[in-house]
């Protein structure tokens, strides 16, 4: 009645303490959401960060696989993380970090893996040469 219709859900990490650690609170409802949203209809999107020695391909791959045995047709995008304010000290990943995440995701069955914050981990032409090479088109 509201008129909602769809959901952009940003999953921080699958591990409970990890998510515990970004966020200040557990992922137990977090992880429930896939399903629930999609048995009431709605349209989701869903979203992680790639944050190297946080959250990383081993995450995104559980993530991946929650959402496949929900729907494999659920959007996915892996998102570039950037350091700002209380994570500077954190790195932002390269692209073979994200190119290995993005096949460690797919093997689970999802359809619709995007790459966001693109211009994050691939700054060179070589970089984007590598992507053409290894990765879908859709996907960037």
């Known amino acids: 009645d509201s008129g909602v219709d769809s959901f952009w859900l940003d999953i921080k990490a699958y ?4 998510h515990r650690w970004l966020t200040g609170c557990s992922n137990e409802e977090v992880l429930k959401l896939p399903a629930r949203l999609r048995e009431m209809g ?3 999107e ?8 946080v959250v990383e391909s081993d995450q995104l791959r559980l993530i991946a696989r929650l959402l496949a045995e929900v729907d ?3 959007p996915f995008t892996i998102l570039a993380f950037f ?3 209380q994570m500077r000290a954190y790195r932002p990943p390269n692209v073979e970090e994200i190119i290995r995440a993005y096949h460690e995701v797919k093997a689970e069955g999802l359809r619709k893996i995007r790459l966001g914050n693109i211009g994050v981990f691939a700054r060179r032409e070589e970089d ?3 992507l053409a090479e290894k990765v879908d088109p859709e996907a960037f």
């Not at 591990?15 to 990890?18: A, G, Q, S, Y």
């Open 15 to 18: 591990d409970d303490e990890v």
């Open 72 to 74: 494999a047709d659920i």
């Open 83 to 85: 350091p700002q304010y």
């Open 42 to 44: 709605f349209v989701l």
């Open 128 to 130: 984007f040469q590598l």
């Open 46 to 53: 869903v979203l992680s960060l790639y944050i190297p020695g």
